[in-house]
């Protein structure tokens, strides 16, 4: 073999190349394919057409606003249900909180679609009607992990001698909490969002399942359109989704700067 | 009434962390505007002490009263007290000015009352301008500033100091003490300052509080401590000292070093062994001559800035001497140590004792293992019996497995022949052994009972 190859394959910038290759195929290729649909006509002329088509249709409008809404408030449930858990795995010992969080990951090694029906089937068993709150409900059991955990693990890494001194200074319990221990797991919390929010935003199959597709959601719209042939459509769709999700994660890629700590999955 | 002069009694205060008993019947007072330390190797319990005063943690046993009023289970937040952090623990997302007002604020001070009293305290630190500052981006020294401006600043009646100056270089350590002193003047407060650093202790305080093992082994003026230190712990981890086995004789005459020397205690009784402490810069030392009480070989000599240190050999002793004039390694030199400079303390144990129990007429069973002893007679199986073992009776193994149980080493006196060493056996019982071999604090070792040396006392 000649030196220049051997060098070539053996120094660690050969490594690369496959993850190279592998964005490049299945990340960046689609993407750009779908700028390329998205701005051309089912002839491939350029066009605005796809754009003004959905800007045109308030029926679009209102289940992409919905469909924020829904994403929302399944973030907002999350947060409320989370922090406690992870307040309460964090003040746990080692041993027993690594139980719990197992306990709370467990689910996740169920495949969403077979959980979700679970889901459907509990709501029949126990006669609740599907719709708004099942959507809902299945959610936040579904997203709720991602939650949890970065909370759990700025709340883990928090030096606990902020909370000492907050209690040397003179506040309270519910003082330290809101003044000290709040503030400080923000990053957490903001990881947290970002984990839950982006996912639900373009989630279809939970909506479709748990409301017998009566509530439809972004996701379940542009998957429509797909499936439909309608790709020019569709791809204008995702990339309104991706410019919004985008200008979410630059908001809050702000803030943890700031913060060393992100401290979560993301 | 006396009491009104103390600000905080602390009474038979006991805490057990599992099965460790970090603080064992500590008491302890301290007097309105008094500038306390508590210095003790790490692992003494004197941070422990602090955080009970604080109310970080609640004593197994006993009670902590300020100003003759209970506080035991008092929460941290509603006592008079404040405290400086070892690591500072400064706010992240609050600037300097609000992690100073972090503590005003809750008090529902009004903004200007909260101002005046921040820029004064910025201005007792000396950090006037730093105000809107990240607390990142200040160094070690000014995050301590800030640490004590927002301990002080609430004007507590006692401020709780928990080495804050440990992690500080030491140009920069010499200026905060002179100026913690300073503060301690002016603000007039009781400061509880907790150290490992002996000299920082006897430059700071008014009185010192010496620790070991989870008790406290003296309590008194620097002054007191250094010139009469009450035990050998204290002797050797107060400045430098010379200790040596020795016996009494009998009033004002003590031997060591196989001499016997003129002392001006009393009242040890006649040939009982003792501990001497002599300070190096209380030795005389002159070329040999026959006036001398000691004649030895002067083995090393160190320049140390003001004065000299040398070791002296003398038969297979070594005594440490500090003098202006430097002896050259290989002279022969003479020393002379005047009565008043001999210190004696009572030895706190003269030998192991175990609690034990028969096994059979040559074994008998102690620190959790079987041992072969000598021949016992008329004493059953299975009775318990006390196990003296001296402390030339044991030995230690570089090899864990060499031993009959393995202990870590705690601490380490030099006994100017020998060392004297405090194993803590994994029988969690403390074994003391004299040693001529050099070991290290926290070097893992194998420890023998030597059969022989193993003497049961019936009960």
Redesign the interface.
């Known amino acids: 073999m000649n030196r220049k190859l051997s060098v070539l394959l053996f120094s660690r910038k050969a490594w690369v190349f496959p993850y190279v290759a592998f964005a490049a195929l299945f990340i960046v290729l689609p993407l750009l394919l779908i700028v390329g649909f998205a701005f051309t006509d089912e002839t491939g002329a350029f066009t605005f057409e796809n754009f003004s088509n959905f800007f045109a249709q308030s029926e679009a409008i209102h289940i992409f606003v919905y469909s924020i809404g829904i994403a929302i408030v399944t973030t907002v449930f999350c947060i409320l249900l989370g922090y406690p858990a992870a307040w309460i795995l964090s003040q746990s010992d080692m041993n027993r909180s690594q139980t719990l969080v197992m306990l709370f990951i467990l689910p996740m090694w169920v495949n969403i679609l077979v959980r979700t029906l679970a889901t459907v089937a509990l709501f029949d068993f126990l006669r609740i009607p599907l719709g708004e709150g099942a959507l809902i409900f299945g959610m936040v059991y579904n997203f709720i992990p991602f939650m949890i955990y970065p909370i759990y693990n700025t709340l883990q890494k928090m030096d606990k001698g902020y909370i000492e001194a907050a209690q040397d200074l003179g506040a309270a319990p519910w003082q330290v909490f809101l003044k000290v221990v709040l503030p400080l797991s923000l990053p957490g919390i903001v990881s947290g969002i970002m984990m839950v929010f982006m996912p639900t935003i373009s989630t279809f199959a939970i909506a479709e399942i748990l409301t017998l597709n009566n509530i439809k959601l972004f996701g379940t719209t542009i998957q429509e359109n797909i499936n439909n042939s309608m790709w020019n459509y569709g791809a204008a769709l995702s990339l309104i989704m991706l410019l919004f999700i985008g200008i979410t994660s630059i908001f809050n890629s702000d803030d943890k700067e700031h913060s060393n700590e992100g401290g979560g999955l993301w | 009434m006396q009491t009104e002069n103390y600000i905080i009694e602390i009474n038979q205060i006991t805490k057990v962390f599992g099965e460790k008993t970090v603080l064992d019947d500590i008491s302890l007072k301290i007097k309105r505007g008094e500038f306390v330390t508590i210095l003790g190797p790490s692992g003494c319990g004197k941070t422990t002490l602090l955080r009970l005063i604080?109310?970080?943690h609640a004593p197994t046993a006993g009670n902590i009263s300020i100003n003759g009023e209970d506080i035991t289970l008092v929460?941290?937040?509603?006592r008079p007290?404040?405290?400086v952090?070892q690591?500072y623990?400064?706010?992240?997302?609050l600037n300097v000015y609000d992690n100073i007002a972090?503590?005003l604020k809750?008090?529902k001070l009004t903004k200007q009352q909260i101002d005046r009293k921040i820029k004064a305290s910025l201005r007792m630190v000396g950090m006037i301008d730093y105000e809107d500052r990240d607390v990142d981006s200040l160094s070690g020294g000014q995050q301590q500033r800030v640490a004590i401006a927002?301990?002080i600043v609430?004007e507590p009646e006692m401020l709780l100091l928990d080495e804050p100056l440990a992690a500080l270089d030491l140009k920069m350590r010499k200026d905060m003490q002179l100026e913690l002193k300073e503060m301690h003047k002016n603000l007039g407060i009781t400061f509880v300052y907790v150290t490992h650093d002996q000299e920082e202790a006897l430059i700071l305080s008014d009185t010192v509080v010496v620790m070991s093992e989870g008790k406290i082994q003296q309590i008194g003026s620097p002054t007191d401590i250094y010139n009469e230190p009450i035990n050998a712990f204290v002797a050797n981890f107060i400045g430098d000292s010379n200790l040596f086995d020795g016996l009494m004789l009998r009033d004002k005459q003590v031997r060591f070093c196989g001499v016997d020397f003129e002392c001006v205690d009393e009242g040890f009784g006649e040939g009982v062994p003792v501990d001497v402490v002599v300070r190096p810069e209380d030795l005389y030392i002159f070329p040999t001559s026959d006036a001398a009480q000691l004649t030895g070989t002067v083995q090393s000599c160190l320049f140390k800035g003001v004065h000299y240190e040398m070791t002296v050999l003398y038969n297979d002793y070594e005594i440490l001497v500090q003098d202006y004039h430097p002896y050259q390694p290989g002279q022969e030199v003479g020393l002379i140590i005047k009565p008043a400079d001999i210190h004696i303390m009572r030895k706190e144990r003269m030998a192991n004792v175990f609690a034990g129990k028969i096994v059979d007429d040559r074994h008998v069973e102690f620190l959790g293992r079987t041992f072969e002893c000598p021949a016992i007679s008329g004493v059953e199986a299975g009775t318990t019996v006390r196990v003296e073992v001296p402390f030339n009776g044991i030995t230690l193994q570089a090899n864990e497995e060499d031993g009959t149980l393995v202990g870590e080493v705690q601490s380490i006196l030099y006994k100017g022949d020998h060392y004297h060493l405090n194993v803590l056996s994994d029988w969690d019982e403390q074994v003391y052994v004299d040693t001529n071999d050099v070991w290290d604090n926290g070097d893992r070792v194998g420890i023998r009972v030597v059969g022989e040396k193993i003497k049961i006392l019936t009960p």
Request: charged share 15%; aromatic share 16%; no cysteine.
């Open positions: 604080a109310g970080f929460p941290p937040h509603k007290v404040n405290t952090f690591r623990a400064l706010f992240p997302h972090f503590g809750l008090k927002r301990a609430n």
